[in-house]
């Protein structure tokens, strides 16, 4: 039985990214005892979800917080992956030109940065400061844990996103998200039983300020049960023991993108080309 283990890391952004990589790396004995596979980070973890003022100054300081790709603090990442043998999936603010996208970055124990994912359509607030990603950013990542798959915050609501996704054959479609509330809880034991995979939730637990959060980073089974979690009100690592075959047998049963599938009446076209700004020709 192909069997592996998958945690969620549930931890608040401090104000200053470089004390949040700390508080990360301080969790490396507890990962590394847990005999974790996979290990999720919440969304936006390095960088910070955008609070507060968003123009002139406030923007700048955000600004600076966020992390390039490659760059030192992705470094850091790959170094902890690279000690505890889990591969890893991390939401950091990536600061392109004088662009940021909220980002979601894979990890390989032997090979480091392997891909990014950058979120489709930023929610809100977030559309003031986040820059919107394309369809050349949806990898599936081969890990030890199986083939993963990352979706962020309310992407998770985007049904044509996880169809595409379920097409590429996800199975373990991870989560990074700062919604604590309970509905979207169970979103994501929908999304497991929908796509008949484990789904690894990572919300930050923060307890100080005028918006604190929760947390509910949980792990759920390809039938929509519950098997860690939700951690709620504290820091901490979620942890399960998954058997990989249960992607497999409890698609015998529903299979969105195969057998349960009617191409004949809905079909799906994903545009993955890369779609910058600016175009150079010639030269």
């Known amino acids: 039985?192909?069997?592996?283990?998958?945690?969620?890391?549930?931890?608040?952004?401090?104000?200053?990214?470089?004390?949040?990589?700390?508080?990360i790396l301080g969790y490396e004995?507890?990962?590394?005892?847990?005999?974790?596979?996979?290990?999720?980070?919440?969304?936006?973890?390095?960088?910070g979800y955008p609070r507060g003022e968003l123009s002139g100054d406030g923007f700048t300081r955000y600004f600076e917080q966020a992390v390039d790709l490659p760059g030192p603090e992705i470094?850091?990442?790959?170094?902890?992956?690279?000690?505890?043998?889990?591969?890893?999936?991390?939401?950091?603010?990536?600061?392109?030109?004088?662009?940021?996208?909220?980002?979601?970055?894979?990890?390989?124990?032997?090979?480091?940065f392997t891909a990014r994912h950058r979120?489709?359509?930023?929610?809100?607030?977030?559309?003031?400061?986040?820059?919107?990603?394309?369809g050349s950013t949806l990898p599936v990542v081969p890990t030890a844990a199986g083939l993963a798959g990352a979706a962020l915050?309310?992407?998770?609501?985007?049904?044509?996103?996880?169809?595409?996704?379920y097409a590429k054959g996800v199975r373990v479609w991870c989560a990074p998200t700062v919604d604590d509330r309970e509905i979207w809880r169970a979103t994501m034991r929908h999304i497991a039983a929908e796509g008949r995979c484990f789904v690894i939730s990572a919300c930050p637990y923060e307890s100080e300020g005028d918006d604190p959060i929760a947390g509910g980073s949980?792990?759920?089974?390809?039938?929509?049960?519950?098997?860690?979690?939700?951690?709620?009100?504290?820091?901490?690592?979620?942890?399960?023991?998954?058997d990989l075959d249960e992607t497999v047998s409890s698609?015998?049963?529903?299979?969105?993108?195969?057998?349960?599938?009617?191409?004949?009446?809905?079909?799906?076209?994903?545009?993955e080309t890369p779609r910058p700004g600016v175009r150079f020709h010639g030269g």
């Open 1 to 23: 039985m192909p069997e592996a283990t998958v945690s969620a890391l549930q931890l608040g952004a401090s104000a200053d990214t470089a004390a949040t990589l700390e508080r």
């Open 29 to 47: 004995d507890e990962i590394r005892a847990s005999g974790t596979d996979l290990l999720v980070l919440p969304e936006a973890v390095l960088g």
């Open 119 to 134: 979120k489709l359509v930023p929610t809100m607030r977030e559309r003031l400061v986040w820059g919107r990603g394309d």
């Open 218 to 242: 949980l792990i759920a089974g390809p039938s929509g049960d519950v098997l860690a979690g939700p951690l709620l009100g504290a820091e901490g690592l979620v942890t399960a023991r998954i």
């Open 75 to 112: 470094e850091a990442l790959a170094g902890l992956s690279a000690r505890t043998g889990a591969s890893v999936v991390a939401g950091v603010v990536e600061r392109t030109g004088s662009t940021l996208y909220c980002t979601a970055v894979f990890l390989d124990p032997a090979t480091g």
């Open 153 to 165: 915050c309310w992407e998770n609501y985007m049904p044509l996103l996880r169809a595409a996704m």
């Open 251 to 271: 698609r015998a049963q529903l299979d969105v993108s195969g057998h349960y599938a009617r191409p004949d009446v809905f079909s799906l076209s994903v545009d």
